[in-house]
């Protein structure tokens, strides 16, 4: 009984397997399988995103936090852009004509940054950036905010 159970799990998943893709053309161009062919999003440390903004003024620091963290006591970094995570599908489709600039998200610490570059991801963006340890870790370091 146990070896005809084992056999019939082995030709299940062989079947799932085999057959699982058939009749998806769809999963082709899903945000998903877009994902796998745009690169990783970069996690950096916030030393490395200061350098990047001191040399690349061009780089579009996105603020993914609420109005009340953006305007409170860990401020915000100069030129960044208020987006809150929550709203994310409304201005990601805003911006979606700069798919192949340099995209620095930013949070408090670098959860919801992390989720709204996946996110951006998947819709082809290919230079995103989230900031580890976020505004908090900004503070820490020293480095200007506007309040």
Not at 41 to 65: C, F, K, S, T, W
Request: charged share 20%.
């Amino acid at each position: 009984m146990r070896r005809f159970l084992v056999c019939r799990y082995i030709c299940f998943v062989l079947a799932l397997t085999a057959f699982g893709g058939w009749g998806c053309s769809e999963a082709r161009n899903s945000p998903d399988s877009l994902a796998q062919n745009t690169p990783a999003v970069q996690h950096l440390p916030v030393e490395e995103v200061y350098q990047i903004l001191q040399n690349q003024p061009g780089a579009m620091v996105i603020d993914v936090r609420t109005q009340e963290e953006f305007s409170g006591p860990l401020g915000h970094i100069a030129g960044a852009q208020l987006k809150p995570v929550q709203e994310m599908q409304t201005w990601a489709a805003q911006i979606d004509s700069l798919k192949d600039r340099q995209v620095i998200l930013i949070c408090r610490t670098v959860n919801r940054s992390g989720k709204a570059a996946e996110y951006l991801r998947s819709r082809g963006f290919t230079n995103l950036v989230a900031v580890q340890g976020g505004m908090v870790e900004w503070n820490n370091k020293g480095y200007p905010v506007e309040k």
